[in-house]
């Protein structure tokens, strides 16, 4: 059983596209997060969701638009990528403080 | 914000060694998980340790949370615990977002 899943696991795309990444947990928690990895391995937090209410934004470019149509779903969508968007997008779940997350999504901008 | 160090960078460790890895934080927390990003990038929860001891198998932890440190203790290392250990730290009341430490790459040889 799944417990933070995300989609597509790889991503290759050129300059300028629009691409999406889904993300779907299963634990019945309130909030969900979107982290990034850099080329560097540092893990920085992009945006958060509480029950569907946007509660972190965390000075990323307006390029990248969080979606949240339910609690146990959180998509993030990438408007005219750019070659520095390539990284690992990782998306995590939290019911109090614990985060769980999931698998990533590598992206890579050609 | 809230700085997050870890020490060493980097180690490496025959097979069956004993190591601790550091992480040392710069203001109170109520959140502080370990994770263990192996070699194909999943993020794999190890301890959820605010304050006090944990131990699972080979590995334990322990957090200061007065003295602002949390020590990972890896006791009888095999090669599949190489990776990179991250520790993360968070506050309630900083809408609970982890902000992430640089990482200790370990590299255990057979």
């Known amino acids: 059983d799944t417990a933070v899943s995300q989609t597509p696991k790889y991503l290759v795309t050129q300059m300028g596209n629009d691409k999406s990444i889904k993300c779907e947990q299963n634990l019945g928690h309130d909030t969900m997060y979107w982290y990034k990895q850099d080329s560097k391995k540092f893990l920085k937090i992009m945006f958060s969701y509480n029950n569907k209410e946007l509660i972190i934004n965390e000075t990323v470019p307006n390029r990248f638009s969080p979606k949240s149509p339910d609690k146990a779903h959180l998509n993030l969508h990438i408007n005219s990528l750019e070659l520095g968007d390539s990284a690992v997008y990782f998306c995590?779940?939290?019911?109090?403080?614990?985060?769980?997350f999931g698998p990533g999504t590598r992206l890579t901008v050609t | 914000g809230i700085q997050v160090e870890q020490s060493p960078p980097d180690l490496i460790l025959q097979e069956g060694a004993n190591s601790t890895l550091r992480c040392n934080f710069s203001d109170s927390v109520n959140n502080l998980q370990w994770f263990h990003q192996n070699p194909w990038g999943q993020l794999i929860n190890l301890f959820y340790?605010?304050?006090g001891t944990k131990q699972n198998g080979r590995l334990s932890a322990t957090t200061v949370a007065t003295e602002r440190y949390s020590l990972l203790y890896i006791s009888s290392s095999q090669t599949t615990d190489s990776g990179v250990y991250f520790c993360?730290?968070?506050?309630?009341?900083?809408?609970?977002?982890?902000?992430f430490g640089q990482g200790t790459t370990l590299q255990v040889k057979p």
């Open positions: 995590a779940s939290s019911q109090a403080n614990e985060q769980y």
């Open positions: 993360a730290v968070g506050r309630t009341s900083n809408t609970g977002k982890l902000i």
């Open positions: 340790i605010p304050s």
